[in-house]
């Protein structure tokens, strides 16, 4: 391109070269990402590959002036992705979990960082160059997590909650990193304007939002609403309640948050998050705002879909239909006019699943030097170094396996409520109250059915009911006890022991830690950086750079193969189940419900 400025763009018609290269790009961008996601639910991996292919590590069919726009359009796509996986978000399940999310997060960055220190056996290092790998491997693809999670379906479950925060903390720090990353390299002081300024704008957006969202915004929809109920021009009315006007809003919200963070210091990806979770909250206060709309809507869905998403008649597994997987269609049903996602399903979702995304996963592969990554030594030390980031972002979800044990004591403590009742029962202090009493700890133990297992087991609180009737000669409760086999009263501890296969119990645990392997955009943008600063240093400077991208790309790799066919796999249990009709659990136990019961 010339340095000149000219006045204008001269207009040439591109050659049929360039047009083929540039269709085939799209088209088989678009071709891999559907092969993959029906087989492995990681359609993610082709279209890195082919950037690989079409890109400057490979055949470079494309110039580079096009590979920086498919860049620039990329990180846009990224942002939109960010920005729907905020809409997908639930206020509730997000406070319900952040203590969850954030224990993950500290261990998915300490881990990596303090495991990039083995380096120093394994190459020439100094302490601030382990450092510098070490952040570059300690993010989580945020792009990567939004794609698995919708394609897999998962992205409003209460794992996806917790995966998508903890993703999302991770990649806060890891720009944070960028920063520091950058100031090593100029030689700048190492702390104030390095690491507090984006600590601190970081936190300050995520206070702030909420309130502004609470206390000025919720008030000044209340007006608005207000004044549009009162003003007559009906035209007026349905010009500022259009689902255009909703995409005005909405946008324009999004690129004020995004370029007010840009500018502040810290990470535009993390103001694109809370403004799609901020656009959701407000959707629900004004569709709170207008009750003539939801009693005009509320006739045609019955009252049980809209306390819960997927319940079914009584017999027929509950377990299943209150997952992701199959409320996805009924989500759709529920959502309030022109909300954030109903406006981003109609406007953004095929722009960003046809070019955007597929742009900004083949924007990663333009920036993996494949060619120069086959040196014997670099390719075992880049080996080791992957499996140590591995096992550093797989131990993540060792958070998980740790609820089981709560879950058993709050087993014990519902053989205690039924030997209480017991109690009561036989030596006849509190006849009088029999009945109450009976009531109060069958709500209380049900409840801890509930909560030990994210389910509500149908055949655990039968279970109580028959224990009831047969002492007392009530004979309404007699008959309700007549349709259920005698065979589960026998022995209630073993039923309960056998209801959760300790197999079944780590499909949670082993999807949060895979699915935070990856690493993705922000690690190749840290390890860029850290080598074109010079912090590598300058002998081993390509390298270390060499290693380090082994183990983001294999990470890349390797995390979305193995949560898709994870989810694979307990999406076969569950059909089987479902053909059986034998009430088991979901494999995926309470990291399955969806949000909006867990957050209730």
């Known amino acids: 391109m010339s340095s000149t400025t000219t006045a204008s763009l001269p207009y040439r018609e591109p050659g049929i070269v360039n047009i083929l290269i540039v269709s085939s790009f799209l088209l088989v961008l678009n071709a891999v990402n559907y092969i993959l996601d029906k087989l492995v639910y990681c359609g993610l991996e082709g279209q890195l590959f082919i950037g690989i292919a079409w890109g400057a590590p490979g055949a470079n069919w494309l110039s580079p002036a096009l590979q920086q726009s498919v860049v620039e359009l990329g990180y846009l796509g990224l942002i939109l992705i960010v920005y729907e996986g905020g809409l997908a978000s639930d206020l509730k399940a997000l406070r319900a979990n952040l203590a969850l999310s954030l224990l993950v997060a500290l261990t998915g960055i300490a881990t990596p960082v303090a495991l990039s220190f083995a380096l120093l056996g394994l190459m020439p ?5 382990a450092f510098a790998a070490g952040a570059a491997l300690c993010s989580t693809s945020l792009g990567t997590i939004f794609t698995v999670l919708s394609t897999s379906g998962l992205t409003e479950s209460r794992l996806g909650v917790v995966l998508t925060s903890a993703a999302m903390l991770d990649d ?63 035209n007026f009315k349905r010009i500022f309640r259009s689902s255009k006007a909703a995409l005005v809003y909405q946008t324009l919200l999004l690129l004020a948050m995004v370029t007010g963070a840009t500018y502040a210091g810290t990470s535009n990806l993390f103001a694109a998050y809370l403004t799609g979770v901020s656009v959701t909250w407000l959707g629900e206060c004004i ?14 869905q019955p009252p049980s879909q809209n306390r819960r998403l997927g319940t079914t008649p009584p017999g027929r597994n509950e377990t299943f239909n209150r997952t992701t997987t199959t409320t996805s269609s009924n989500t759709q049903e529920t959502l309030p006019q022109n909300s954030g996602r109903q406006v981003f399903e109609k406007y953004y979702s095929p722009l960003v699943n046809a070019i955007l995304r597929p742009f900004f996963f083949a924007s990663i592969g333009f920036a993996i ?26 131990i993540c979800g060792l958070w998980l396996i740790r609820f089981a044990s709560v879950s058993r004591g709050k087993r014990v403590s519902r053989v205690f409520y039924a030997i209480e009742l017991s109690s009561w029962k036989i030596f006849g202090s509190k006849i009088a109250t029999t009945e109450a009493n009976t009531a109060r700890l069958n709500q209380r133990s049900a409840h801890m059915d509930t909560t030990s297992d994210g389910h509500q087991r149908p055949s655990s609180s039968k279970r109580q009911k028959q224990n009831n009737p047969t002492d007392s000669p009530t004979p309404s409760t007699h008959e309700t006890s007549k349709p259920t086999p005698p065979q589960t009263t026998q022995n209630p501890p073993n039923t309960s022991r056998k209801r959760t296969p300790p197999p079944k119990s780590l499909y949670p645990a082993t999807i949060l830690g895979s699915a935070m392997i990856s690493r993705g955009e922000i690690g190749f943008l840290i390890s860029s950086i850290a080598e074109s600063q010079g912090v590598f240093g300058q002998q081993n400077s390509n390298e270390v750079f060499l290693v380090v991208t082994w183990a ?49």
Do not use: H
């Not at 609470?214 to 609403?225: G, N, T």
């Not at 569709?287 to 045609?300: H, I, K, V």
């Not at 030594?377 to 080996?383: A, D, E, K, P, S």
């Not at 979901?586 to 957050?599: A, H, I, K, N, Y």
């Open 125 to 129: 290092l100094s302490p601030v160059q």
């Open 172 to 234: 806060i720090v890891g720009l944070i990193m960028v920063q520091i990353i950058s100031s090593l390299g100029a030689g700048s002081s190492f702390m104030e304007g390095v690491i507090l300024r984006p600590v601190f704008v970081s936190v300050a957006f995520a206070v702030c939002t909420p309130l502004v969202c609470m206390f000025v915004a919720r008030p000044l929809i209340r007006i608005i609403c207000c004044l549009l109920d009162s003003t007559p021009n009906a």
């Open 287 to 300: 569709s709170t705002q207008a009750p003539e709309m939801n009693t005009r809507q509320a006739p045609r």
């Open 369 to 394: 030097p494949i060619t120069k990554m086959f040196t014997g030594r670099i390719v075992w030390r880049g080996l080791v170094y992957t499996l140590l980031m591995i096992f550093g972002k797989l």
């Open 552 to 600: 983001i790309l294999l990470c890349t790799l390797i995390g979305p193969v193995a949560v898709g066919l994870l989810v694979k796999r307990v999406k076969r249990l569950q059909r089987r189940e479902r053909r059986k009709d034998s009430g088991c659990e979901d494999p995926l136990g309470v990291w399955g419900v969806v949000s909006v019961e867990v957050g209730r």
